[in-house]
């Protein structure tokens, strides 16, 4: 029996954690997070939904922040995602190393595209608002081999 497991992709929380981001994260399995955390209680508050795999964004600094790394691997059944801040900065191919899934941040703008195989997903921003840009995150789902992602905006 294939299980299906239920992941949230969120960015640029910058230190706010909304209780409309809350609720739409009630029942996932896991969450990953692409960088400018903002304040270590954003990672406390999300790891009470679900267990958190979190990167460091430009805009993370200080003590807390220096445990947070700046790339990470998450395996979630048989799909492997590839997490980084800043997508300008991807240093490899993710098609020839095997990552069926890459996560980024930073531009706030959210994303999802397919490329040479590869699902590229930027969940856009669940922090404050910046500019125009809607308040989103992304939901993907991974069911044996079968990955699908669907952008979720988010009213203030």
Same mark, same amino acid.
């Given at each position: 029996?294939?299980?299906?497991?239920?992941?949230?992709?969120?960015?640029?929380?910058?230190?706010?954690?909304?209780?409309?981001? @809350?609720?739409?994260?009630?029942?996932?399995?896991?969450?990953?997070?692409?960088?400018?955390?903002?304040?270590? %209680?954003?990672?406390?508050?999300?790891?009470?939904?679900?267990?958190?795999? %979190? #990167?460091?964004?430009?805009?993370?600094?200080?003590?807390?922040?220096?445990?947070?790394?700046?790339?990470?691997?998450?395996? #979630?059944?048989?799909?492997?995602?590839?997490?980084?801040?800043? @997508?300008?900065?991807?240093? @490899?191919?993710? %098609?020839?190393?095997?990552?069926?899934?890459?996560?980024?941040?930073?531009?706030?703008?959210?994303?999802?595209?397919?490329?040479?195989?590869?699902?590229?997903?930027?969940?856009?921003? #669940?922090?404050?608002?910046?500019?125009?840009?809607?308040? %989103?995150?992304?939901?993907?789902?991974?069911?044996?081999?079968?990955?699908?992602?669907?952008?979720?905006?988010?009213?203030?």
């Amino acid at each position: 029996m294939v299980t299906e497991k239920r992941v949230a992709l969120v960015s640029d929380t910058h230190g706010l954690v909304r209780p409309s981001v @809350l609720r739409k994260l009630e029942g996932v399995d896991r969450i990953v997070h692409a960088g400018d955390v903002g304040a270590p %209680a954003v990672l406390e508050e999300l790891a009470r939904i679900a267990p958190v795999t %979190a #990167i460091r964004g430009n805009n993370d600094q200080g003590e807390w922040a220096k445990s947070l790394p700046d790339t990470e691997v998450v395996e #979630i059944g048989s799909a492997c995602l590839y997490v980084l801040h800043d @997508l300008a900065e991807l240093d @490899l191919d993710p %098609a020839a190393a095997g990552f069926q899934v890459v996560v980024s941040g930073h531009s706030h703008r959210p994303k999802i595209e397919r490329r040479d195989g590869v699902l590229y997903v930027n969940p856009g921003s #669940i922090g404050p608002r910046r500019f125009s840009l809607p308040i %989103a995150l992304a939901l993907l789902r991974v069911r044996g081999s079968e990955l699908d992602a669907r952008l979720v905006e988010l009213e203030d």
